[in-house]
Nanobody, 123 residues
Framework: LAQVEESGGGSVQARGSLRLSCKTS????????MGWFRQAPGKEREGISC????????YYEDSVKGRFTISRDNAKMTLYLQMNSLEPEDTAMYYC????????????????WGQGTQVTVSK
């Protein structure tokens, strides 16, 4: 059974940092592109970053470019998102999933979602 489990969220002040983790199981993580998505209250879920199987391709949505860094550890079957210079606009539930990843876009691949991890950024 394929699963993803997000963790690392929390409440921080603006300009703070958090590191999200996404532990996976049940599918060939080392060969899969992965992405981070977020959903703010009252808004649709949006893709913000992705990475291909070996890290050779990454994508960042404009609002997080230069502040967030995606990475992966294939041996640990884990995806990460380092978030620096957080802004109140980053407040959302964050999810990881398998993804279709190019240098210009990220979309979910399949319907593999965890419970998400909440990030709240105060002024």
């Amino acid at each position: 059974l394929a699963q993803v489990e997000e963790s690392g969220g929390g409440s921080v002040q603006a300009r703070g940092s958090l590191r999200l983790s996404c532990k996976t199981s049940g599918f060939p993580f080392a060969g899969a592109s992965m992405g981070w998505f977020r959903q703010a209250p009252g808004k649709e879920r949006e893709g913000i970053s992705c990475i291909n199987y070996n890290g050779g391709i990454t994508y960042y949505e404009d609002s997080v470019k230069g502040r967030f860094t995606i990475s992966r550890d294939n041996a640990k079957m884990t995806l990460y998102l380092q978030m620096n210079s957080l802004e109140p606009e980053d407040t959302a539930m964050y999810y990881c999933s398998r993804a279709s990843c190019t240098t210009t876009n990220v979309r979910p691949f399949g319907n593999l979602w965890g419970q998400g991890t909440q990030v709240t950024v105060s002024k």
